[in-house]
Structures are given as structure tokens and as C-alpha cells.
């Protein structure tokens, strides 16, 4: 079994920065895909970030120039680093994680870390 736990989250005001870090662990031979989603109340999770294991990224629109995705693949463990954060980045952030195993591929959720922006 793999675990994803995540940490960083917390209240922030607006133009502030936060850094959130997830950390995978468990039966992992290796990770392709890592990456961040949001979800805020009402509305569908959806991207943040991703960044493959060769480094390359992609990102939200509304994100980018602000966020950050980073990883150390000897860790296991991605970061979103964010800046100039919005009211609107408000949301539940959840780490994902592409993982391949011995016995076979499967993709994988963090509990969740929320994100509040706000004065």
C-alpha cells in the first residue's frame, strides 16, 4: 500500500506565500506523475500542477507565474511553492502521485491540506 500524507496548509492573507509538501511513502518501486488539485466548496477538483519524474511540468492558468512545482524523487515528495496568493486559490489542496509498484501501476490521493487566503 502507498500513503500520501501533506502538509503546508493553513491561513495565509492575500499576497502572501505558503509552500505545501507531500510526501509519499509505502511499497513504491517508483513515481511517474506527481502533482496538485484544488477543490473549492461547490465546485470540482481540478489541476494545480503536475510534474513528471524527467522534470516536466504543467500548469494551471490561473496559476501560473505564481506557483511553483517542485520534487526530489530520492524523497518521493513534491511541493507546490505559492505566491501572490488569492482569495480565489482558496481551497482544499490534494497531493497525487502516479506510483508503480511490483505488482502493477496505480494512482494515489493525500488526505487533503486546506488552503484558506484571506484577510
Known amino acids: 500500500q502507498v500513503q500520501l500524507v501533506e502538509s503546508g496548509g493553513g491561513l495565509v492573507q492575500p499576497g502572501g506565500s505558503m509552500r505545501l509538501s507531500c510526501a509519499a511513502s509505502g511499497s513504491i518501486f517508483s513515481i511517474h506523475a506527481m502533482g496538485w488539485y484544488c477543490q473549492a466548496p461547490g465546485k470540482q477538483r481540478e489541476l494545480v500542477a503536475a510534474?513528471?519524474?524527467?522534470?516536466?511540468?504543467n500548469y494551471a492558468d490561473s496559476v501560473k507565474g505564481r506557483f511553483t512545482i517542485s520534487r526530489d524523487n530520492a524523497k518521493n515528495t513534491v511541493f507546490l511553492q505559492m505566491n501572490s496568493l488569492k482569495p480565489e486559490d482558496t481551497a482544499v489542496y490534494y497531493c497525487?502521485?502516479?506510483?508503480?509498484?511490483?505488482?502493477?501501476?496505480?494512482?494515489?490521493w493525500g488526505q487533503g491540506t486546506q488552503v484558506t487566503v484571506s484577510s
Open positions: 497525487n502521485a502516479d506510483v508503480l509498484m511490483s505488482w502493477g501501476r496505480n494512482a494515489y
Open positions: 510534474m513528471s519524474r524527467s522534470g516536466s511540468t
